[in-house]
């Protein structure tokens, strides 16, 4: 595995800023999460987007409105972009979203200022794809929320694609033996 760039998460900063996560996960407006981010996921997900404050963020895959509601509170001055092919199942709905039930590529980012803003995936697709997706499209900041091992999940994940191409690397090794 290699390092690319600076590592901008300070271990005594990230044990700082949990008193404020706890005293914010207990103010969350929905209470049963379940099928969506639990406290450890939304605890890095907030911190994230707290350190890069972005001046928009997408989301792809809102399931009840928990990860709006929450970066909501990590950036309150960006500009949210909700995405979710049912937003039938939300129960946090917040005003200040613009919220689209399309697909993250079928959206016009044309106005968004690429460089600064967050895409975060939590709507169980190809994340290699989805990768490729938001880099041609210019976004450079970019969450997984999921990510299955091999043999996990319902959706090719960054673990799965990362430990395909160590074993392909190996077998390709072990061949020229």
């Not at 909700?82 to 980012?109: G, Q």
């Amino acid at each position: 595995v290699v390092e690319i760039g600076e590592n901008p998460f300070d271990r005594g900063r990230m044990i700082e800023a949990l008193d404020e996560y706890a005293a914010l996960h207990e103010s969350r407006p929905v209470k049963d999460n379940s099928g969506g981010m639990r406290a450890p996921h939304m605890f890095a997900a907030w911190y994230t987007a707290k350190l890069l404050a972005p001046e928009v963020i997408i989301e792809s895959g809102i399931w009840k409105g928990q990860s709006t509601w929450l970066f909501e509170q990590a950036c309150p001055s960006a500009e949210i972009h909700s995405i979710d092919l049912n937003l039938d199942k939300r129960e946090f709905v917040s005003e200040r979203v613009n919220y689209h039930e399309e697909d993250f590529t079928e959206v016009d980012w044309s106005g968004v200022d690429r460089s600064r803003a967050l895409c975060f995936f939590d709507d169980h697709q190809n994340a290699y794809s989805r990768l490729q997706q938001a880099q041609w499209l210019g976004f450079k900041d970019i969450i997984f929320e999921d990510n299955p091992p091999p043999g996990g999940g319902d959706f090719y994940s960054m673990k799965i694609a990362f430990f395909s191409s160590v074993q392909m690397v190996s077998v390709t090794m072990n061949a020229w033996k």
